[in-house]
């Protein structure tokens, strides 16, 4: 059975979940938080060397005051809790997204665990906050066209390989499968530009109930599929030398 290098994950579902169950949304959201971390360490368990989660999205703020506030309090934890599995699996946090819209002390302890972590090389782990595939493009532009007026590109072509190293995941390989869970066969603004060539896996699962069992369906999925080009930027960015 082949490995995905890159597993990318949209959590959704936790609302839907609770509901089932006669429970509030925040409840969903809580036990997604506490899923995320047992996949995580599983994931990190099975040999899966890049795992990247949407868990909060740039059209996410259009939610309801109340819930933005639970979800943000999740996250503050869960940025905390994070450090206990960084030394337990060996591996280096990064949050991708814009972070300048979440409270100060969010980003403090954003960067608290990406430096924390940062000498770590077992697992690559990415949690997406206030990430926009499109705001990430936007912002990735911007910071090009300013460099190139400062002289600070080389003349000629923008090549692709330029423009992925101003986006938020730069050396990192594109996804080899994207899971959604809960039903919704949509991307929803999630790695517009990373997920060209990446191997799609729906399943009516909420979040909160993906288990291992889930996964090694996705794997196996996987298996079955007839990959193109699946490789094309890993190989390239090894020939570079470092891949972070
Ligand atoms: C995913 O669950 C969590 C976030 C998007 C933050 P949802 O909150 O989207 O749950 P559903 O899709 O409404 O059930
Ligand atoms: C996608 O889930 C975003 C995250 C999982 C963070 P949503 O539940 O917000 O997506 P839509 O709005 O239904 O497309
Ligand atoms: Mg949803």
Redesign the pocket.
């Known amino acids: 059975m082949k490995l995905p290098n890159h597993i990318a994950i949209i ?7 609770a509901k089932n169950k006669g429970m509030p ?1 925040s409840y ?2 809580i036990i ?1 938080c506490d899923n995320l971390e047992k996949m995580c360490n599983i994931i990190c368990e099975i040999g899966v060397r890049y795992l990247t989660v949407y ?2 999205s740039t059209e ?1 703020w259009k939610r309801s005051k109340e819930e933005i506030k639970i ?1 943000m309090n999740l996250f503050r934890k869960y940025l905390k809790r994070c450090e206990k599995s960084v030394k337990k699996n060996q591996m280096r946090v990064k949050i991708i997204g814009d972070p300048e819209r979440l409270e100060p002390d969010i980003q403090r302890s954003i960067c608290k665990l990406e430096d924390m972590s940062k000498d770590y090389d077992k697992m690559f782990f990415r949690i997406a906050l206030n990430y926009g595939g499109r705001d990430e493009i936007l912002r990735a532009v911007t910071r090009l066209v300013k460099d190139a007026r400062q002289g600070k590109l080389p003349q000629g072509k923008i090549s692709e390989e330029m423009l992925d190293s101003y986006l938020d995941t730069p050396g990192i390989p594109d996804p080899d499968l994207l899971i959604r869970t ?1 039903g919704e066969q949509r991307l929803s603004n999630f790695m517009l530009w990373q997920l060209a060539y990446t191997e799609f896996y729906f399943t009516d699962v ?2 909160p109930a993906f288990d291992k069992k889930e996964l090694d369906k996705a794997i196996e999925q996987y298996n079955e599929r007839d990959r193109r080009y699946g490789d094309v930027k890993e190989e390239k960015s090894k020939e570079g030398g470092a891949c972070l």
């Open positions: 959590l959704d579902g936790n609302g839907r979940w949304r969903g959201h997604g868990a909060f996410n979800l809960s909420p979040w």
